[in-house]
């Protein structure tokens, strides 16, 4: 036996007979024709009250998320930005530390990186405040919404798209507190150059990557995403960004502050360039000839103040480098062709083997480097393949370096972390690390250990060095070839070849740039040479 089929209730209204009907907002009930049934009357809710909310609920539950920020304790705005500028200060006192303790620079040095980093901040006054009204009612409201442990998924959906990103691109990065530390070294007139700070940071020396691991962990976690990315900055694959980096930073406080920056100490960088490239004193003093005659600064110059074809020379180690080759190109050519000095006492009264040269240079290049020291770019490539290939202590290195830099025996005491905490505890207890030294040790530790061989390398080219056949002027003799006969000119890297490419590899890689780079900023020079040549020649004629 079937039930009787219910009917639908229509509407009221003669003529219209649409049985779909609606519950307005007013209570009265409403066909789709817009009739009032007022046969139905008003339906009136129970007042309990409370706000009634409809729509779907979402309960946010306890996670790992919560172990490293929460939004009661995190910051945001400017309380997150002068939160994450004091994690990078104290970043920037751990790299002067070590400048002053194992480098032995001037403790004047923190004083002066200390103003410089004040000016810096300057620019950013305006974005930091102690206490800003739209942060408290910002946090009242989120706090608010917590205490009722309940919040609509569509709402929360619709704020985040309302949400402002977080303003982080004018904020200093671990990249220019490096940069400070130059300008520091340089304004103190300290030889140190662009390629040291770059060699420290690649063979882990100076706190640059990983530096988040020194801020406290308390500090770290209550920064936003954004600014905890800033601590972890990516590796630098050429020291060509590093002088990028400088450059601006020098033209900022240039244009914000009025502040010229010194040229660089070249006379002792030319010094240290000299001797770790084993060449003759000669090529010290004609270089400083040369840029006595052709009158050039060694100092930051804007790109906007320089020549198109030109803007490679704006760094002063790469243009001070130039001068270098160009000299040594003079007195010691790289070809077999005879040229004979006028007298005893001229720079080219010698002539070099460049065959010894360059097997002196490549064995110093080859010798094995000491226990330990795996640079973070060796490391961070280390693949399945070297590790299986690897022998036991360089397989220990690379443990070390991973205990170092990439884990962790942090342990989180908020959230779902938090709950665990205790037995996290006992389990590291239960495998300890008896690391010999820690991470800061292991830089303090290291020291210069290429002296012995520079030294070695630079007795033994001295001992290829053979005096020239002197032609005095005005001699009988006819056709005499002096010193820049026949000089070559490279316009690019295929050109080189031999003895020649060597050359450059190694003095690009103590100015700090690439060879391409530097191939450009000899042949300027040798253009500026030749200018200068040429008008001395048209006032003597």
């Avoid at 809710?45 to 995190?74: I, P």
């Avoid at 001295?462 to 490279?490: C, H, M, W």
Wanted: proline share 4%; aromatic share 8%; net charge negative.
């Amino acid at each position: 036996m079937s039930l009787p089929r219910r009917q639908k209730q229509q509407c009221s209204h003669e003529g219209c007979g649409s049985t779909r009907l609606e519950l307005g907002e007013d209570g009265f009930t409403y066909c789709r024709n817009g009739h009032q049934q007022a046969d139905i009357g008003t339906v009136v809710a129970e007042d309990t009250g409370e706000l009634v909310q409809t729509g779907r609920k979402s309960v946010r539950k306890d996670s790992d998320a919560e172990s490293t920020t929460s939004r009661a304790s995190g910051f945001s705005g400017p309380k997150a930005l002068e939160h994450y500028l004091l994690c990078l200060q104290l970043i920037l006192r751990k790299q002067l530390r070590w400048l002053v303790d194992v480098q032995k620079l001037p403790n004047d040095l923190e004083s002066l990186v200390r103003d410089l980093w004040a000016l810096r901040l300057q620019k950013l006054q305006s974005r930091v405040s102690h206490e800003s009204d739209t942060e408290t009612e910002g946090q009242s409201q989120v706090f608010s919404s917590q205490s009722e442990g309940e919040t609509s998924a569509s709402e929360a959906s619709r704020r985040s798209r309302r949400r402002r990103p977080i303003r982080n691109e004018g904020a200093p990065n671990v990249r220019d507190a490096i940069c400070l530390c130059y300008m520091g070294a340089l304004l103190l007139h300290e030889p140190i150059t662009v390629a040291d700070f770059f060699r420290w940071i690649t063979d882990g020396d100076l706190l640059y990557y990983r530096a988040a691991k020194e801020v406290p962990l308390g500090m770290r976690e209550r920064l936003p995403g954004t600014y905890q990315e800033l601590l972890e900055p990516q590796p630098m694959a050429q020291p060509t960004k590093l002088h990028q980096s400088i450059g601006e930073m020098v033209a900022i406080f240039g244009a914000e502050f009025g502040m010229a920056m010194q040229p660089i100490n070249s006379t002792l960088v030319l010094y240290r360039w000299v001797r770790e490239l084993a060449l003759p004193i000669e090529v010290y003093a004609a270089t400083q000839r040369l840029a006595h005659t052709l009158e050039l600064d060694f100092s930051f110059t804007s790109r906007s103040k320089m020549k198109r074809n030109e803007t490679v020379l704006q760094y002063p180690e790469v243009h001070l480098m130039a001068v270098v080759v160009v000299a040594t190109k003079l007195l010691f050519p790289f070809d077999d062709i005879k040229r004979y000095p006028g007298s005893a006492s001229d720079l080219s009264a010698l002539s070099l083997k460049w065959s010894a040269w360059v097997d002196l240079h490549s064995q110093s290049q080859e010798d094995p480097k000491p226990s330990g020291t795996l640079s973070y770019e060796q490391s961070m490539s280390f693949s399945q393949l070297d590790a299986a290939q690897a022998a036991g202590e360089r397989l220990d290195e690379y443990m070390d370096w991973f205990e170092h830099n990439i884990a962790s025996e942090d342990v989180r005491e908020r959230g779902q972390a938090g709950k665990d905490a205790d037995f996290r505890r006992a389990l590291f207890q239960l495998f300890p690390v008896n690391g010999e030294e820690t991470d800061a040790d292991r830089r303090n530790s290291k020291a210069p250990a290429q002296d012995d061989v520079v030294t070695r390398t630079i007795r033994e080219v001295q001992s290829t060095l053979k005096p020239n056949r002197t032609i005095e002027a005005g001699s009988d003799e006819r056709a005499v070839n002096r010193v820049g006969s026949f000089y070559r000119r490279y316009r690019t890297v295929e050109e080189l070849e031999g003895p020649a490419m060597v050359f450059y590899q190694r003095s690009a890689g103590l100015a700090g740039t690439s060879i391409e780079d530097l191939v450009r900023a000899v042949f300027l020079i040798e253009s500026k040479l030749h200018t200068h040549e040429s008008k001395l020649r048209n006032k003597g004629g």
